[in-house]
């Protein structure tokens, strides 16, 4: 497909995991993103996964690549209700814009 | 400390009217785009200028301009507004060129709401 895709909820509990999946469009992108967007916020990095590694682990994030089916997951280990945001995975195309999928809310209960 | 700045932050107006929105950045950065995030939360890269000139165009219409008067600043014109430009709008910028990431730094976005 065209898009960049991901789930658009994921509910979670506070001290659980949460997994957040994306599919991304083109096997060439050197770079793949994780941005978090916190209500009324703007954009901030999260992390990024060099195309050539397969898994980056920072803190309690974990990103996992998957060349061959163009996947890539970011995982939250131990949430907090401060992790509630829309994470968005993005990719770098051909110049230098940033592909967007249409985020995922992560909502965390205590 | 502001990496990227936007201004206005909220900006309501009437259909048919025109109006600006600026940005600013003082990291140095040579790339500066705009994105547009709608309702659901999509976010669509609009633009992106590379030291002044324009690199990128996606399908918008062309009531939007772009303007960059130097390196640090990329403003956004809008003619004619409609209903349907109601939306939150990013300013960000990189350093391309170089190895690495080439990160985007966001602005905190302007909302912009057509009545």
């Known amino acids: 497909g065209e898009d960049v895709e991901q789930s658009l909820f994921l509910s979670v509990r506070e001290g659980d995991s949460s997994v957040i999946n994306c599919t991304y469009t083109?096997?060439?992108?050197?770079?793949l993103y994780w941005y978090k967007q916190e209500p009324g916020a703007g954009l901030q990095l999260l992390t990024y996964?060099?195309?050539?590694?397969d898994m980056k682990q920072d803190q309690r994030l974990t990103v996992l690549l998957n060349k061959k089916d163009k996947h890539l997951s970011l995982r939250i280990a131990d949430t907090q209700t401060g992790d509630s945001a829309i994470y968005f995975c993005?990719?770098?195309?051909?110049?230098?814009?940033?592909?967007f999928g249409k985020g995922t809310t992560l909502s965390v209960s205590s | 400390d502001t990496a990227v700045s936007q201004t206005p932050k909220y900006l309501v107006t009437q259909m048919g009217n025109d109006k600006s929105i600026k940005c600013e950045q003082n990291l140095g950065h040579d790339t500066m785009y705009w994105y547009k995030q709608d309702s659901k939360k999509f976010l669509k890269i609009m633009f992106s200028?590379?030291?002044?000139?324009?690199?990128i165009n996606e399908t918008v219409p062309n009531r939007f301009s772009p303007k960059s008067p130097d390196k640090a600043h990329l403003n956004l014109h809008i003619n004619s507004l409609e209903l349907g430009d109601s939306a939150v709008y990013f300013c960000?910028?990189?350093?391309?060129?170089?190895?690495?990431?080439?990160?985007?730094?966001f602005g905190p976005g302007t909302r912009l709401t057509v009545l």
């Open positions: 993005a990719e770098r195309q051909a110049g230098t814009a940033l592909i």
């Open positions: 960000a910028s990189s350093q391309v060129g170089q190895a690495g990431p080439n990160e985007q730094f």
């Open positions: 996964i060099f195309s050539n590694m």
């Open positions: 083109d096997s060439s992108s050197t770079y």
């Open positions: 200028y590379n030291n002044k000139e324009l690199i």
